[in-house]
T-cell receptor, first 113, second 114 residues
Framework: DAKTTQPPSMDCAEGRAANLPCNHS???????VYWYRQIHSQGPQYIIH?????ETNEMASLIITEDRKSSTLILPHATLRDTAVYYC??????????????WGLGTSLAVNP | SAVISQKPSRDICQRGTSLTIQCQVD?????MFWYRQQPGQSLTLIAT?????????ESGFVIDKFPISRPNLTFSTLTVSNMSPEDSSIYLC???????????FGSGTRLTVV
């Protein structure tokens, strides 16, 4: 029941911006978009999340289209340590304040020197 | 954000046995989540554990196979029972970290069943 689609892999040159797209065309109005990354053999690491507005933090920016059917995660200056699998996730609300993250298959980002 | 300690980090187990995975959080949290990540796959939610009540299991997961304990607001265990090779996965616990920090994950338990 994945609600997101992402390209399976991408490449990026070190020092350049990495732009990772995600489609979530069936997202509902109260469902948030989350981004995580997972470096091999480690637990997922939180990057950013948003509902409607664009968001920015020390790691990345999240651009959400006005219709909320897609978003883009931007790593402004990619480094070799940003090589990881990036997951675009929709958080769905359920009865009793019980929320669930629905994970997509992720994009494997390779940052090249 | 919360810090999670998950044990063991990895184990190799014989089929038919059980393994209990522990998750300790450095702060009190209402809900704890248990996930499975099969080889080369994404994460799938197994169950949500609230302190003082029975865990809520997702479709495809049952309490007899994955019993969960939640004795207090900082600790939970997941047991993988009567294991088979198909249970070989990474198991992760997670908590909500508070406003602006999303969800924090443990480093995972890499389980191999032989």
């Amino acid at each position: 029941d994945a609600k997101t689609t992402q390209p399976p892999s991408m490449d990026c040159a070190e020092g350049r911006a990495a732009n990772l797209p995600c489609n979530h065309s069936t997202i509902s109005g109260n469902e948030y978009v989350y981004w995580y990354r997972q470096i091999h053999s480690q637990g997922p690491q939180y990057i950013i999340h948003g509902l409607k507005n664009n968001e920015t933090n020390e790691m990345a920016s999240l651009i959400i289209t006005e219709d909320r059917k897609s978003s883009t995660l931007i790593l402004p200056h990619a480094t070799l340590r940003d090589t990881a699998v990036y997951y675009c996730i929709v958080r769905v609300a359920r009865a009793g304040n019980n929320r669930k993250l629905i994970w997509g298959l992720g994009t494997s980002l390779a940052v090249n020197p | 954000s919360a810090v999670i300690s998950q044990k063991p980090s990895r184990d190799i187990c014989q089929r038919g046995t059980s393994l209990t995975i522990q998750c300790q959080v450095d702060s009190q949290v209402t809900m704890m989540f248990w996930y499975r990540q099969q080889p080369g796959q994404s994460l799938t939610l197994i169950a949500t554990a609230n302190q003082g009540s029975e865990a809520t299991y997702e479709s495809g997961f049952v309490i007899d196979k994955f019993p969960i304990s939640r004795p207090n607001l900082t600790f939970s265990t997941l047991t993988v029972s009567n294991m088979s090779p198909e249970d070989s996965s990474i198991y992760l616990c997670s908590v909500e970290s508070g406003l602006g920090y999303g969800y924090t994950f443990g480093s995972g338990t890499r389980l191999t069943v032989v």
